[in-house]
């Protein structure tokens, strides 16, 4: 929203550059903080006027300026109590007044904000305050309170054009929004702030080319204007100082445009573009980044750092105000990782604190049943069918208006209920797959097949049905071939980023190829994972890669259950060389299933094993134990490695479970371990 309220202050003539106030000649104190604010050293101002309200606590000059420069490097917290103190010490000044509540509204403190409006009288400040008031309204989404104040504004004034447009956008008008935007855009002339809602509007309907267009405005006219800020600098590796949050920086609206930019690639799942928008930004200190950015930076991040991840949610949480979408993502992100008794403290604390208002009526349904699925899963998938049911209905609704509007030929319609159908299979799938989960948990594979067969109607073209589909199929043994079925079109569609695939799908259609005597194909397939990770070796030499080593690992493993124990154990041991760059917590998951039911195998006398063979895994044994004594069997999200065991199949390593020791929690100490088991067999 445009509030047209800002702090004011006048720059005079500049003077020397002082480390503290008290090294400046008698009589200098004003012109050279003047001159230092002119010059954009908010940051130092701050410093000297804070020492100096030390000895003058009441400063009337300090607290004024010092409330300014807060609110240029966006600390409008700072700013606030600056103003409030101004407020009690001169409660006849209005424009203190005035300020105080911008910067309450302006720091989230909505309700404060709406007091501190209420006691301006002033008929000076009417206009002004209207606006604010309308600001603060549409913040706790009273829609139809700040409609009544957008309305008392001239039709033709661009503030309330901006309004109507922003109010627009909130009631979820998108394309009304989008033509209001521009409309006033095309009044002022450039604006970064409304290239950016306008690109937000784009974003909102799906319209990804132009609202990347608008995104490449801002960021082009922002390098443009101002290189000072060192756009992209970071992504290139070149070490800068930060640029804070100056006020140019907001002005710019880089920030957002960036944000948006990681937004629009993690939804169209492009995920190291997102986080490469994210490190374009104008470089900042951890503690200097905003809400939002730090949201996203959790979010890109989580599958290489979830550690890291939750620490940042969990710190957004507790510092309003918060992006409305943290709460949702902390405790999807706690189920997905198997921190189920987390998930529900936290709701339970919230429900009691009145603050679930943030999740739509749908998220509250799905982690309600989600937090059963451990304590009571009979109940959990009848809460996921009674949602499932909901979202077919949906489906069969939208399905009905887009056959009604091609009949009536009318394509606008088309191209909104589609969107909208799309949108409904999006939220329909986490559904199926959680209820699908259950049974997967119990491996009950056929029952699993059964749930997918049921949505086929409506999710036959979505990725993750045909994935989860094919790994059903997988699972069943007796499939393989209809397995190869929906593996392939998924492993082709990304053949020539081939890498880019889940390591374990490529590895499951491997197997089925071979278990339907297509070796010819497993073979080729495995070629060009292997000249794929020879490219990556040579452009980059410390990049790791594990796509090959998972593959034979797989086959390996499926040769140890058919029982030809010497040749799968020969092509585990094979798969991890180098072991400095192919042994891992994933791999060493892996390995260490087959040689565990080898060890079982033995130990029952059903198999008896050459001595070159025992030689093979005893060295085997030393070279993990050699290469893996930094390498956790375990990542705990929320501890870092080795905090807690990983849930049951979850192959990752992550997830909640028993304490364990950390002094156990390497490869190095069931390497041992494992070398102790076999030589008490051999002896």
Known sequence: ??????????????????????????????????????????????????????????????????GYCFFQVQDFAGAANCYEQLLRAYPEIDEYRLYYAQALYKSGQYQPAQKACQTLENPEFAHKVIKLQSAIKYEMDDLQGCKLLIDQGAPDDTDTMINQACLLYKEGKYEDACM????????????????????????QLKQYVPALKNIADIIERGIRDHPELSVGMATEGIEVRSVGNSQILHETYLIEAFNLKAAIEYRLKNFESAREALTDMPPRLEQELDPVTLHNQALTHMDDDPSTGFEKLNFLLQQPPTPPEVFGNLLLLYCKYGYLDMAGDLMAESVAMGSVSTLTPYLFEFLEASLLRQSSPEEAYRKFDDLATKHVDILRKLTKQVQEARQNMDEETVKRVVNDYDDAVERYIPVLMAQAKIYWDMENYASVEKVFRKSVEFCNEHDVWKLNVAHVLFMQESKYKEAVSFYEPIVKKHYENILDITAIVLANLCVAYIMTSQNEEAEELMRKIEKEEERVAYEDPAKRTYHLCIVNLVIGTLYCAKGNYEFGISRIIKSLEPFNKKLGTDTWYYAKRCFASLFETLAKHMIILKDSVFAEILAFFDACELHGRKIPIVIDPLGGPGAQNSAAGNSTGYGGGETLDPARNSVAYEARLLKSLFLRLYE
């Open 180 to 203: 209001k935007y521009a409309e006033t855009l095309r009044i002022t002339g450039y604006q970064a702030e409304l290239c950016y809602n306008l690109a937000l509007c784009h974003y």
């Open 1 to 66: 929203m445009n509030t047209g309220v800002k702090p004011r202050t006048a720059a005079q003539s500049a003077a020397a550059h002082p480390t503290n106030l008290y090294q400046l000649p008698e009589g200098k104190y004003t012109a050279t903080i003047y001159g230092m604010i002119r010059d954009g050293r908010f940051q130092d101002v701050i410093k000297l006027l804070t020492n100096e309200l030390q000895s003058f606590p009441k400063s009337r000059a300090a607290l004024s300026l010092l």
